[in-house]
């Protein structure tokens, strides 16, 4: 219990700092969009839940849960197909806790950057802008997760990041810890608490530019009810982001909810919300061996994300 006191008084204690000791993260955070369709459909509210390969990413605590060993893939068009969004996850069960690894790649891919025909010249009919290159930037994060039940219902974990960004004027890397806690007071009941960039993670550019991410405070909760008559479940979840800096249009962004219904643990459909955009699920597993799951999430601002992931257990 006292590493879980130490854990919520560290991520609490990030917001008592004055602000300016507070970094600045940098543009296009890419942990921020999450992973895997299932949670998408959930409105990202899964910290507390994280129950699959996924949770390297969303709280490594979750890995306790794992009963065997899954590969999970994902594949999303982000905001309209403006960005791919593609993660690889495996996470393995043993007599010492759960493991995990999980490749995350985010890149904006053919920018055409112009220029005139004749710099010298203005703009007109005889000198029309011209493609001179084209360029892109991605993100690679690798997660090395584990997690380990301390007692029955609490579990802590710990994700250590790696980070490489590149970018058409430079690259960058660096490094990161994420630090999770899952408690579950009763059977039906599940808090979650992430404490992301716990070491304000730090990316240097060969530039010698740097750029830090500040700590954030993710927290949740989830709940099941059984409904044996139609031989099915109900899973409710909530979670709320932190710390996270936001634009005056995304006062609402920190706020998440879903909820799932889960037929003969076979087919799930699945409703949530981002803040103020819609999100809508459906899932289907086969044979205990094999899950593909659909996911879409609605904004007007920036055009529509539509995520597909897919698993494999063995």
Wanted: net charge neutral; charged share 15%.
């Amino acid at each position: 219990m006292k590493l879980v006191y130490l854990t919520l008084f560290w991520g609490l204690s990030l917001f008592c700092l004055p602000a300016q000791a507070q970094n600045t993260r940098y543009g296009g955070d890419p942990f921020l969009l999450g992973a895997g369709a299932r949670s998408l459909g959930l409105g990202s509210a899964f910290v507390a839940i994280s129950d699959d390969a996924t949770a390297v990413f969303w709280n490594p605590a979750g890995l306790v849960h794992i009963t065997g060993r899954e590969i999970q893939i994902q594949h999303a068009e982000q905001f309209g197909g403006t960005i791919n969004h593609d993660v690889f996850t495996l996470a393995s069960s043993s007599r010492w806790g759960g493991f995990g690894l999980g490749l995350l790649r985010l890149g904006v891919d053919h920018i055409r950057l112009t220029e005139l025909e004749d710099p010298t010249r203005p703009l007109g009919p005889d000198n029309r802008p011209v493609i001179s290159q084209v360029v892109g930037t991605t993100d690679y994060n690798l997660y090395l997760s584990y997690g380990r039940r301390l007692k029955q219902g609490l579990s802590l974990g710990a994700s250590l990041k790696l980070i490489w960004r590149n970018l058409s004027a430079g690259s960058g890397s660096g490094f990161g810890l994420d630090l999770g806690v899952h408690y579950q007071p009763r059977p039906a009941w599940t808090l979650g608490m992430v404490v992301r960039n716990l070491t304000r993670t730090k990316i240097t550019f060969d530039s010698g530019a740097t750029d830090r991410i500040p700590p954030s405070v993710l927290l949740g909760v989830s709940a099941t009810k059984p409904l044996p008559s139609f031989k099915s479940k109900l899973t409710f979840s909530f979670s709320t982001h932190l710390g996270e800096e936001k634009s005056g249009l995304e006062d609402a962004e920190g706020l998440h909810g879903g909820v799932e219904y889960l037929y003969q643990n076979r087919l799930a459909f699945r409703l949530g919300a981002e803040g103020d955009h819609l999100t809508a699920g459906t899932g289907l597993r086969l044979y205990n061996r094999f899950a593909l799951d659909l996911a879409f999430l609605e904004n007007g601002h920036l055009d529509n994300t539509y995520r597909i992931s897919a698993s494999l257990y063995f």
